[in-house]
């Protein structure tokens, strides 16, 4: 693959990549707005029905059909499964917890993650000045979750865990993107939501095990609850956006290299700030606004740094 084809790989892996957290961010929002009302599993069930009724009438028929099923890898994309479910879930019980801002900048660890993941995983170059932005991105993470004070909670590491589980998701999809679609990677994503949706709803769907001790735990152990027709249109939207972003973030790991496509993944904060103050009253503390700029000014820091270098990336087998 020519030096030219390499960039614009990786320019279109990072727009990809922006878009997807579009999609993704539409869904913190949705998933926090429905956090009191209804069980996680219950919105995650509900969401993925919709999302593959969508995948099979508008993405489905484009994409090869009922043939884009059939795979050698169904270890690996169960795998991938996995890792994308219960970081999701670890997700969306910290923002349960936590102001949308906040928890998303916990977990914005990730990019940081999926770039030092890159290179001992997959070979790929960072240099120290990257690995300096990197250093400044966690040093931000950690003036927000403020370990050893009294401001700390235990709600701030879900986020960090479900981003180690999406760093890892993201190095699967890179090893397996020679031989695997965007679609068929979305397929089985739907597939391990709603097989693991309906586990959980199965287990804790009853309600018998919510105390009310606390508000990630109520949301994972609360009991299903009728669905009320205002937040059908809501659920629907969580529906569409998490298969887009699905899409497209698989797509962006496919093409772009690692280290150049989570960068652009930062959209997401100033799109949570947006959320918690438009949407849910919250404004993020002056810690949380350094460690914000922190995060934000290393993540700029790497795209600028990728764009800028005359230099060949290293280029794993093109995608198919």
Partial sequence: MSTVEIRRNNLIGAACALCAIVCFSFNDMGIKFLSDTYALHQIVFLRTL????????AIMPFAGGLGLIRTTRIKAHLLRGGFVVFANMSLFLGLAALPIADAIAIFFVSP????VLSVFVLGEVVG???????AIGFVGVIIIVQPGTSAFQIASLLPA???????S???LTRKIRGTESAATMTFYILFTFLVASAAFGLAFGHGNFETGAHPSLSFLLRAWAP???????????????????????SQ????????????????????????????????????A???????????????????????TPKSPQPPR
């Fill in 161 to 167: 865990f479900a981003a180690l589980l999406y760093g």
């Fill in 289 to 311: 606004w350094f460690g914000i700029a922190l995060i934000l000014v290393s993540g700029l820091y790497l795209v600028w740094r990728e764009t800028a270098q005359d230099k």
């Fill in 112 to 115: 940081l993650l999926i770039a």
């Fill in 50 to 57: 919709v999302g593959l009724a969508f995948f099979a009438c």
């Fill in 227 to 249: 669905v009320t027709p205002g937040d059908i249109p809501i659920i629907i939207m969580l529906g569409v956006t998490g298969v887009m972003g699905g899409m497209l973030i």
């Fill in 169 to 171: 998701m993201h190095m």
């Fill in 252 to 287: 962006a790991y496919r093409l772009a290299e690692a280290a150049f496509a989570a960068p652009s993944e930062y959209v997401a904060m100033p799109l949570a700030i947006m959320w918690g103050v438009t949407v849910f009253g919250t404004w993020p503390t002056a810690n």
């Fill in 128 to 134: 120290p000045r990257r690995w300096a932005a990197i």
